[in-house]
């Protein structure tokens, strides 16, 4: 099939090489014309503008939005002007999906099809394939079903689950059509919060193992500070986190890719100074936490996850003010450096 | 009664003058012939030596120790030495409960009675009394209950509670004999956890406050960055935290004397600028998250505010460059400043 | 002045007797007409409509709201439509301070002022006083503040900040003026967040202490269960947790309102067999944890007491499931009674 | 080499047969002579007794211990009184690290060696191999190094970390010397308190998605329930879990070993109906939370699954009891069912 793709980024250009792989035509808009002519040079077709790359297209269109969540709704509002009814956008970055619910209501009064397309893979998906929630309705998810098809891992990409019988369903092929518009994004939500927090987790549990010779480093023993009572067992300074990392990934319970990543980092920069530790967060564990507390749904750990990242941010900075000036007040402490 | 207080810090120094305020005679020691000689000249009988300290008793002697956890138990085993059958090492410090327990068995084998006293009230305790909880077995309380009536602020501190009726149990007065030995510096343990706990609250409620204008601060968005989605929830730029501090004083459900220090503190530097937010702990606050743990116990809201301390103090950093990496890992992202 | 009251329930009732005991005149109205009779036998004057109610205010009209946040909206709406421009609608119910801005606006579109008022004080406020916090114009604020100042429980609910100096300022009186619409709810949501911390605190305090003679009760010794390391540390069985909470209230760092109410408690119920221990929340909670999210801010300790009620509440059932299912994935774990 | 293994329950017979199959020779002896009786008939020699296991084994002899945490300890100990200078135990189970760390003391002081090897693998390990983290002196290891090596995954289950050159490294294959004696056991400890932080983020992220329809059932509105705000954004009733966590496993970023499991045990009890949901723990990750708490590290996400699990079991009931009661001495709230 044909298909357009606006945003060329990180993602968008390796999500238009793969389609393209697949036999399938692409149509690209970036408001950078490097990136456009770096696809076309690839063999897809470029444009200049929206408007030439919809006329580009063949009834029914699909265009596949891969843009910053930020100016992904102006955009899907000018193609709403530009598109006839019958035709479908999907909507591929990291949209919160109450803006999907609310675009593809936009869009239904235009007889638009909205699919929300949420798309894990990051720099890797080019080779192993993009992980696909998909939100929409029945026909505009069929519409675009051989695009998902092109961009999914494959059946191959992971060993078959046990019980598993008959012709391989969109979910082992790496693609899911989880319900109505937003509810891939929804997913592709949760997705991220739990990804915050099985990064925290291993991060706090290689912390824990960095910090196991704490007996040997003499706290300061003063009117305020307790002495570790048994010294004698946080005696293993220098345990090997990189090796420790990789020997998690054969036969242990916590084998992951996220831990592939992690003994990959170690390996190549064991004190990893070149990070500072300042994580960021790009929206999705916000929203999960959100999502969980207006259901009602304890989320502990994702939100520890969270929080930590907030604060590994600064800002957690006034709260520890106020803690100290309260110390400073019923116990006369002064802050320590 | 006559008693003995080893260690005139700040916390010592108080008690010694309220004990002596109710009528009973202090014997006193410090390693600071400075500290020792500024109770003599209100009214102390200073002494240069644990030795001398224990002469100048009659039996069955009482002494008290108000040490850094760190020494207790070094200054306890001298006591042990000196002392007698029948009489009493009373450690009112920041013990770890189990040393506690370790030290009354050492002082039962030589006929030694051994109570610790968890004792709260800060560098206030001397104007309001000082809450006692005490471990230990009955003779010895009932021997020094005479100072721990003197310490404790007493029943006028707090309107009786709907119910009770007769005489007022000493916990009404501010003293409470809790258990065996180590039941004090216990029940003293999980009110520092409490204590931290309730800190914290007030710490992060009044941040988020502090935050309500974040509408009004355009976040960057950029692939990774989401933007706020409905910033008209959020112009309130300003709130007057001295003052909102100030107002659940009065009427409100939280209101409590870690408050008043909080409204104090914001009154005096709205903005705490002369604290930094390195928050320190004590022990005790650990000690709580263990035995919870130990226990079985859930206590999320408790070690929350623990590690909230650890992470203001630094120790977060390696965790949180793990996730930085990771971050790089899968999606190519760079730490931002 | 003269105020009219909507919404009888056991909040509005008290509120308008405590207007009336400082001598305002009071007009009421709710869906109950014993409750308007009840109110009107003891001085305020009883209506039986939105219109009536409207029709014996004299202009500018001031109509306080005291209703489920539910019903507040569709109440406000219908107000709205009788009153004229320059009264005033005052919200004083537990609604969610978006509301509040949203219904501003609505009410500024017909020259209507709104004001929200977080009230805290509970059944207590009668007797106590209620803290009000406070948002809406300047004007509209002016012109309630007889009522305001009615209602709070003045300048004599608290001793007075060490610093301040002249006249009280509101907040030293028990009502503060936070800012513009809904700043007023959005300062009690966060209180109502901190409180929930802070009740959670003492309860998990008092849980850790309940158990604190683990040690005497033998764990199951299996493949799967550890049996406790020490448990000569864990042997303090039956401390009595209402003399516990009792002494804390006398010269501890931990006194509060909230520990007074705790220690009444397990005075008339040790046990507290009367509860299953499942914790409502009533909003705010949820609303802080969401302001907090979405402002960047952490509120670790906030939001784990958040979901411990949620937990309470049987909401942690299906991420119990999930995990005792992973457990007999790789482990061939059964579940344990 | 020649090896003899005590404890053949789940664990320990699976590893004798895998040593087996990998050439070497198992002397086995386990308190039922049913269990004896099955490995003997595969070709291990079985013995009645330690001493008579002790006695088919060449000097220097190697033990292996696969035991209960709490029986290992008096197994150690009699091993001890019947092994030589030179021989080695080692220790498999579930052990504490600070049993190690007092155990390998007293080895030391005979001259025995002792080794702790945290073992991985759960049921799954025959086949797939047994992840191996172990603690004891390089002499010891050394000795014990073809059984880890027969033990161990391979280099083949896990593709290369990107940047590894050379010879694979011990931790390739499998299997790590972590440090002294206690450091495997403190390394498995942390693995394991990783796990359930793993293993409750999906479950805290599947329940969020299974509660997507929140808004289509109406809570309940009355003065303490605050009604769903945009119920419109919660309308994804039904989204199957078992598909979701099957897409999950193609491409996304959090695919791993226990999303497998999790992906198997949905499809095969899509509600999971046969769990409770009372999660059991085992000891590891309560004492991953106490190393985390004594070295000063934050592990908010780790800690916050333990305390999941304990409240699974039952552990916050009185918490929110005391919640209850403080509501209904505030608020007058009775509690809901």
């Known amino acids: 099939m044909r298909i357009a793709m606006v945003g060329l980024g990180r993602m968008g250009a390796n999500m238009v090489r793969r389609i393209m792989r697949a036999g399938h035509e692409?149509?690209?808009?970036?408001?950078?014309?490097?990136?456009?002519?770096?696809?076309?040079?690839?063999?897809?077709?470029?444009?200049?503008?929206?408007?030439?790359?919809?006329?580009?297209?063949?009834?029914?269109?699909?265009?596949?939005?891969?843009?910053?969540?930020?100016?992904?709704?102006?955009?899907?509002?000018?193609?709403?002007?530009?598109?006839?009814?019958?035709?479908v956008v999907i909507d591929g970055g990291n949209s919160y999906y109450r803006d999907d619910v609310d675009r593809a209501q936009a869009a239904r009064e235009r007889g638009i099809h909205y699919v929300d397309a949420g798309t894990s893979g990051g720099v890797w998906g080019l080779e192993r394939g993009?992980?696909?929630?998909?939100?929409?309705?029945?026909?505009?998810?069929?519409?675009?079903?051989?695009?998902?098809?092109?961009?999914?891992?494959?059946?191959?990409?992971?060993?078959?689950?046990?019980?598993?019988?008959?012709?391989?369903s969109p979910a082992e092929q790496g693609w899911l059509h989880c319900g109505p518009p937003g509810a891939g994004h929804f997913v592709k939500m949760v997705h991220n919060g739990i990804e915050y927090a099985i990064?925290?987790?291993?991060?706090?549990?290689l912390s824990v193992i960095r910090e196991a010779g704490a007996g040997r480093h003499r706290r300061e023993a003063d009117a305020e500070t307790a002495p570790l009572r048994e010294p004698q067992y946080y005696q293993y300074d220098g345990i090997d986190l990189a090796e420790v990392a990789e020997v998690w990934r054969r036969g242990s319970v916590i084998g992951s890719?996220?831990?592939?990543?992690?003994?990959?980092?170690?390996?190549?920069?064991?004190?990893?100074?070149?990070?500072a530790g300042r994580v960021s967060d790009s929206g999705e564990g916000r929203w999960t936490g959100v999502a969980a507390i207006e259901e009602g749904v304890p989320a502990p750990v994702l939100t520890a996850a969270l929080y930590s990242r907030f604060a590994s941010q600064g800002a957690a900075a006034f709260a520890g003010k106020v803690q100290s000036a309260q110390r400073k007040g019923f116990g006369g402490h002064e802050e320590k450096d």
Chains 1, 2, 3, 4 share one sequence.
């Open 26 to 87: 692409c149509v690209v808009f970036d408001r950078s014309p490097e990136a456009v002519a770096a696809l076309a040079a690839e063999g897809a077709r470029g444009t200049g503008s929206l408007e030439e790359l919809v006329l580009a297209l063949p009834a029914p269109r699909a265009v596949w939005l891969m843009l910053p969540a930020a100016v992904t709704g102006q955009a899907a509002e000018s193609l709403f002007g530009l598109l006839e009814a019958g035709d």
């Open 130 to 168: 993009y992980c696909l929630m998909v939100g929409g309705d029945d026909e505009a998810v069929k519409l675009v079903e051989p695009v998902l098809v092109a961009l999914a891992p494959g059946i191959g990409a992971a060993g078959r689950t046990p019980g598993r019988t008959g012709g391989p």
């Open 257 to 275: 890719w996220l831990l592939d990543l992690t003994a990959a980092a170690l390996h190549a920069d064991p004190r990893l100074d070149r990070f």
């Open 199 to 205: 990064m925290a987790a291993y991060a706090e549990g």
